[in-house]
Nanobody, 115 residues
Framework: QVQLVESGGGLVQPGGSLRLSCAAS????????MAWYRQAPGKQRELVAT???????NYPESVKGRFTISRDNAKNTVYLQMNSLKPEDAAVYYC?????????WGQGTQVTVSS
């Protein structure tokens, strides 16, 4: 049993920034890849960023250059720094972690981008 808890969501103006955190707890041996996904109303859940245990990152073109994923392996925590936020970034953001030969999901944190 692994639990993921996201935090840091909220309301920001276009062009603003937010930093999301996701802490894993429970029966953990090693967490391999961690990732952030998002889902806006009426849309499919989409991948935002991934990071391997060694720190290799990947981003889709929609967020590349604006978002940065990072992790602290000692704390089993992954972060998402979001800069230059756009209205289209508004969504519920979900944390994902690969561990114990399974994928785990958090409950999500709401990000609203509005002026």
């Amino acid at each position: 049993q692994v639990q993921l808890v996201e935090s840091g969501g909220g309301l920001v103006q276009p062009g603003g920034s937010l930093r999301l955190s996701c802490a894993a707890s429970g029966n953990i041996f090693i967490i391999y890849t961690m990732a952030w996904y998002r889902q806006a109303p009426g849309k499919q859940r989409e991948l935002v960023a991934t990071i391997t245990r060694g720190g290799h990152t990947n981003y889709p073109e929609s967020v590349k250059g604006r978002f940065t994923i990072s992790r602290d392996n000692a704390k089993n925590t992954v972060y998402l720094q979001m800069n230059s936020l756009k209205p289209e970034d508004a969504a519920v953001y979900y944390c994902n972690a690969e561990s114990n030969n399974q994928y785990y999901w958090g409950q999500g944190t709401q990000v609203t981008v509005s002026s």
